[in-house]
């Protein structure tokens, strides 16, 4: 029990207090006089860890291979070294320069990723460090090219000459406020944002993120750090040279992410203490080195998915567990609860067409959904029903036909935007971001509600405050309508499927989106399940939501909805209230295919698009 | 011409490492980091085999190719089953490469090593250029190769499944293939022909420790250009990229290799993300 | 009537942890046919990717000529003479006719020699597929990959064949001359389970009907007891 009551008192101190303890007591090193080979020691570590925390971010949070960091640590020591060189000393404006060289690096090479997937991106970036010597030798008169950049005069600071020990608190400092930012970043909409496009980009962009822009905030972000550490680099030598940017310490850098767990923001300083202790020790260690870090990837590939980081995470949620902090079970919806007004749109599709190839898979099909209505639409395998649904979310561009949403035309190809007037989905495969609370999910529904800023997310201004404060609000509103606001702190990919689904409605009617788009929302949910979900879909529609529901269930589309469309074969076969559908002759026919059925085209039911969509 | 003839024995070299690429991709769209690090292996037991025992060229081939092949087998057991996502893949068949090239500098040191070929050791003169035996060599094991791959692809019940599998793993498995261990199969073949490839390479590259990095990234350009899955377009691609980074570094200066190259490598993907002659793209997602 | 083949009793399955399927059982003998019918969504086809070891089992059991089949890998499955053809005409697009039929006979472990000789015995079957046999399978019309797609299931001499939708995108007359192949097949013996949407058609041809709904079985019957096409239709309504 004494290790239990230990732990509580333990995890009752806010958890910046140990980074801030560890901050403070490298900041307050040098009145202890520990040496030179000590600060070098730390000096060299926390600019491997800036480089590391770029890593983290890219690769870590936003799952984008851009892992060529150690190309934009190069940029940011020779751009300092140059203008150093040139007379420019001061520290301030050298971080500055650095920095913006690296975002440079960072954003030109992120391009072919915006368009291409991890492997082109994890290529190109990691070209970049092969391509280092060669720029270098080709601005040799600059550089100093093959014999490395030297003649760099002392750093200052706004005109004061900085001593050995100024400049090793210059680098604490600096290490330490872009940890903090980093730690603002990932615990702001924009590090949920980071997750959510690692999890899937078509998740991202039906909750309104531009997945162009949020990629290239990562690589900005993640290269500026590298940057810095150049600048940190060159001053800590006053002599640059190639050595220190090839593929050993490229693949350094990668094995000190993966180490301390790239999903992480102190586990980068983690392995970098490790990696640079490992690279400092005696000669015989140095040519162990990289089988070493070839391991550190392999392991931490295979094994720790989470690194270190991961580690102690999974560590203390057992120690809390024993020690009863954690979350209770989940509870039933909450049925008394109050719902605010939603202001439905009205939703209309008129003449719609769509072919995949030679397939029609949608001929002139309109559809009006209203506000404060449940319009189902249902139809047989293949009948269309989910080309339509991904029509009105832009994934697809339509052959003909329009769509309006409380008259004003949506526009096609543009998902993110389409999200942002106003359209909420829920899919059939819940998509449900790894290591992120239940709370957090639902939240970053709200990513188009109420812009935040990385300025205003770094410095946590008043206003950033706020909506982070409305943001948890409205989560928790939520949660009670669903019933999971008992699990609101638990992470959200462990929850059962039943609950994924809840919350994935959660999410969805965070934003108070016009319309909603439930995509077999009922799927594999038991009947109790299917019951609570039932209910909460009545009391969003009674709320004034407009709500189109794709369904197999019939019993629940009859007993839900109030106007049901009917597909067949890329048509509306019929429309109208649950009786007339239930009594109509021709619609079992459809699904049962009637002994007199027209002649169905050859191939005209298969949607070549449908595989593709379950991510 | 005898630029020509280095371009092409240059580009042969990527070509082979696109082939071992692209024996894994289609068998299990799996994207082999040390592929270049396999091929590096096959030189230094060449090396080994040949200077260091004196053993005959035929038996340094076996030797070096049974070998490679065990160094793939453990690759694949460590590497890439344990692990399900193709992106993670990326990071332990690196970490893996970076072992070897490591295990690799403890064994052989860093200095190059130049590892003879079969024949004569002056260049001959052909169609008014010069090349050496070794480069000729290489040329024709790359076109070979590609050739006997296609043909395996097209006759042998193995050879089909592979391409089977390739374009729908799950009816694959419901026609009794054992896509797994067809998997397996198709990594420890990569590290045979890998043996094979290290003994052509070594001549040319030298047998040295860093030479995984450059190669796997030049190879990956090979890919690139010709398409993920298509064995032709490697070689191509191959070709290509070896004969752009002769002639830069003749006519404008060896520093400009490497950036000519990615410059392809870049208008390539933008222009023509499935390469010239493929058929599957990379997943996006 | 013979032992059943294939007897499926309380299974539940689905994708990962989304349940699809509840509690389904049904039987499949030698020479007969077992017509599975229900809407889409309703877990017919998640029912036969678990028989053919595609979906995980999360309960209840599959005896398959009396031993369990959960013990065996899905390749291996085929091994044992079950073949199961996929809806949607899965064939391997780039190759040819062909390959296709001879990938069709892997699991018979013969030389490509031997399985040439295996051809004929489709090609009798589909004397269409002996014209197209250098053709790529993806040029094939829709009713003739189909039988691509029948004929690689029988190049495995399987005892079981399972057969998801065949009718599935195909001209009414193609469906007739489909379903005449499929009823003739079970004359040889084979144990035959046919997953349909389009009930008519399937319930001409079926000796014994199962109707599921939302993952549960809600008829099921030999074809002489219920001769109610009606109350089977009402019952894929889920009424």
Redesign the interface.
Request: glycine letters at 18%; a positive charge.
């Given at each position: 029990m004494t290790t239990v009551n230990w732990w509580k008192t333990l995890r009752a101190v806010p958890s910046w207090v140990y980074p801030a303890t560890l901050g403070v007591f490298l900041l307050v090193l040098p009145a202890l006089q520990p040496g030179y080979s000590v600060t070098r020691q730390v000096e060299l570590t926390l600019i491997l860890a800036l480089i590391v925390s770029g890593l983290n971010l890219s690769l870590g949070y936003a799952g984008q291979l851009a892992i060529g960091q150690v190309a934009m640590y190069a940029a940011g020591a020779y751009t300092a070294g140059i203008i150093a060189v040139a007379g420019v000393t001061d520290i301030l404006v050298q971080l500055l320069a650095a920095g913006l060289a690296a975002l440079v690096v960072g954003i030109v090479t992120g391009i072919p990723g915006l368009r291409l997937g991890s492997w082109s991106l994890a290529m190109t970036s990691f070209f970049l460090v092969l391509l280092v010597p060669d720029i270098v030798s080709i601005f040799e008169e600059h550089t100093g090219g093959q014999l490395g950049l030297s003649g760099i005069p002392g750093a200052t600071l706004l005109g004061f000459e900085l001593t050995p020990t100024h400049f090793y608190l210059t680098v604490v400092t600096v290490t330490i406020l872009w940890f903090a930012a980093f730690r603002n970043i990932i615990a702001s909409r924009h590090g949920i944002a980071f997750q959510v496009l690692k999890q899937s980009p078509v998740l991202a962009s039906s909750v309104g993120m531009s997945v162009f822009r949020v990629k290239l905030s990562g690589y900005a972000t993640g290269a500026i750090p590298a940057g810095l550490a150049g600048a940190l680099f060159a001053n800590l030598d006053l002599f640059v040279s190639l050595e220190a940017f090839g593929f050993h310490v490229a693949t350094g850098a990668l094995a000190a992410s993966i180490l301390g767990g790239s999903v992480s923001v102190y586990g980068a300083v983690l392995g970098a203490a490790v990696v640079e202790y490992a690279s400092s020790q005696s000669d015989s260690f140095q040519e162990y080195s990289l089988v070493f870090f070839g391991l550190f990837l392999l392991i931490g590939g295979v094994l720790m998915s989470g690194g270190v980081a991961g580690v102690a995470r999974t560590f203390v949620a057992r120690l809390d567990r024993a020690a009863g902090l954690a979350g209770r079970g989940p509870s039933k919806a909450g049925d008394g609860e109050a719902i605010h007004r939603i202001e439905g749109g009205l939703l209309d599709a008129t003449g719609v067409s769509k072919a995949f190839g030679g397939n029609q898979v949608l001929t002139d099909v309109s559809l009006r959904a209203e506000p404060g209505r449940v319009t189902a639409l249902i139809g047989p395998n293949g009948s269309g029903k989910t080309t339509l649904l991904n029509l009105v979310c832009g994934y697809y561009r339509r052959d003909a036909g329009e769509i309006t949403l409380d008259g004003t035309p949506i526009r096609t190809a543009a998902t993110h935007r389409i999200a942002r007037l106003g359209v909420a989905r829920t899919f059939q495969t819940p998509l449900i971001p790894p290591g992120i609370t239940v709370r957090d999910v639902v939240a970053s529904g709200r990513y188009t509600v109420e812009g935040t800023s990385f300025a205003g997310a770094i410095l946590r201004t008043p206003r950033f405050r706020a909506i982070q404060r409305r943001d948890r609000q409205r989560a928790d509103e939520m949660l009670r309508l669903v019933g999971l606001e008992d699990v609101a702190d638990t992470e959200a990919a462990t929850l059962p499927l039943g609950m994924r689904r809840m919350l994935e409605v959660a999410r969805a009617l965070v934003a108070e989106p016009k319309v909603l788009l439930l995509d077999e929302a009922a799927s594999g949910l038991d009947e109790g399940e299917v019951e609570t979900l039932a209910g909460v879909i009545r009391r969003i529609r009674d709320a004034g939501c407009t709500i189109i529901l794709v369904e197999h269930n019939f019993g629940l589309v009859l007993s839900l909805a109030d106007e049901i469309v009917v597909l067949a074969r890329g048509s509306v076969l019929a429309s109208g209230t649950p009786s007339d559908i239930a009594n109509d002759p021709r619609v079992r026919d459809e699904y049962l295919g009637a002994s007199d059925a027209d002649v169905r085209p050859d191939d005209s039911v298969t949607e070549p698009a449908a595989r593709q969509e379950t991510p | 011409m005898t630029l020509i003839y280095a371009g092409l024995s240059l580009g042969a070299v990527y070509a082979l490492v696109a082939i071992g690429y692209n024996i894994v991709f289609v068998a299990s769209r799996s994207f082999n980091f040390a592929q270049a690090q396999l091929m590096m292996i096959g030189a230094f037991v060449a090396y080994t085999g040949h200077v260091t025992l004196g053993l005959p060229a035929i038996v340094v081939v076996a030797l070096a190719m049974v070998v490679v092949m065990l160094v793939a087998a453990i690759l694949e057991r460590v590497a890439v089953r344990p692990v399900a996502d193709h992106q993670t893949q990326l990071i332990t068949t690196l970490g893996f490469g970076t072992v070897l090239t490591g295990l690799a500098q403890l064994i052989w040191g860093s200095q190059p090593l130049d590892v003879p070929f079969f024949g004569a050791k002056e260049a001959m003169t052909l169609f008014g250029g010069r090349l050496y035996s070794f480069e000729l060599g290489l040329i024709v094991l790359s076109v070979v190769l590609v050739a006997v791959i296609h043909l395996y692809n097209r006759r042998m019940m193995s050879g089909l499944a592979i391409v089977a599998m390739s374009q729908d793993d799950e009816a694959a498995v419901l026609r009794g293939i054992n896509v797994r261990k067809l998997a397996f199969a198709a990594f420890a073949i990569t590290g045979l022909l890998a043996g094979l490839m290290g003994f052509f390479i070594g001549p040319k590259t030298f047998a040295v420790a860093t030479l995984g990095s450059a190669l796997a990234l030049k190879g990956f350009v090979a890919l690139a250009i010709g398409g993920f899955g298509s064995f032709y377009g490697g070689l191509v691609g191959g070709f290509v990229v070896g004969l752009v980074e002769e002639h830069a570094a003749r006519y404008l200066g060896s520093e400009f290799s490497n950036l000519s190259v990615f410059l392809i490598l870049i208008l390539v993907l933008m222009l023509r993300p499935t390469g010239l002659f493929g058929q599957t793209q990379e997943r996006t997602v | 009537m013979t032992d059943p083949l294939l007897t499926v009793e309380h299974l539940a399955t689905?994708?990962g942890?989304?349940?699809?399927v509840?509690d389904v059982s049904f039987q499949v003998w030698p020479g007969r046919i077992t017509v599975l019918l229900g809407?889409?969504?309703?877990g017919k086809t998640t029912s036969l990717r678990a028989v053919?070891?595609?979906n995980p089992v999360h309960g209840g059991t599959m005896t398959y000529d009396g031993r369990s089949l959960e013990s065996v890998?899905?390749?291996?499955r085929?091994?044992l003479g079950v073949?199961?053809v996929?809806e949607?005409k899965?064939?391997?697009?780039?190759?040819t006719v062909r390959?296709n039929l001879?990938?069709?006979g892997?699991?018979l472990k013969l030389?490509?020699r031997a399985?040439e000789n295996e051809l004929d015995r489709i090609y009798e079957l589909f004397p269409i597929l002996h014209d197209k046999r250098d053709d790529p399978a993806g040029s094939l019309?829709?009713?003739q990959q189909q039988m691509v797609a029948i004929g690689?299931a029988l190049m495995?001499k399987p005892r079981l064949l399972m057969l998801d939708e065949p009718?599935?995108?195909?001209?009414?007359s193609v469906v007739a001359e489909v379903m005449a192949r499929v009823s003739a097949l079970k004359d040889s013996g084979l144990a035959i389970l046919l997953v349909?949407?389009?009930?008519?058609?399937a319930v001409d041809v079926a000796d014994h009907v199962t109707v599921i709904?939302?993952g549960k079985v809600v008829v099921s019957s030999p074809v002489g007891e219920i001769d109610d096409l009606e109350r089977i239709?009402d019952a894929?309504?889920?009424r």
């Open positions: - | - | 689905g994708y942890d989304l349940r699809a509840w809407r889409n969504g309703s053919a070891g595609l890998a899905a390749h291996g085929v091994a073949s199961y996929q949607g899965r064939v391997f697009r780039t190759q390959e001879l990938l069709g892997y699991s030389r490509r399985l019309s829709g009713g690689q495995a009718s599935g995108g195909l001209a009414p349909e949407q389009a009930v008519e058609a709904d939302i239709k894929c309504m889920g």
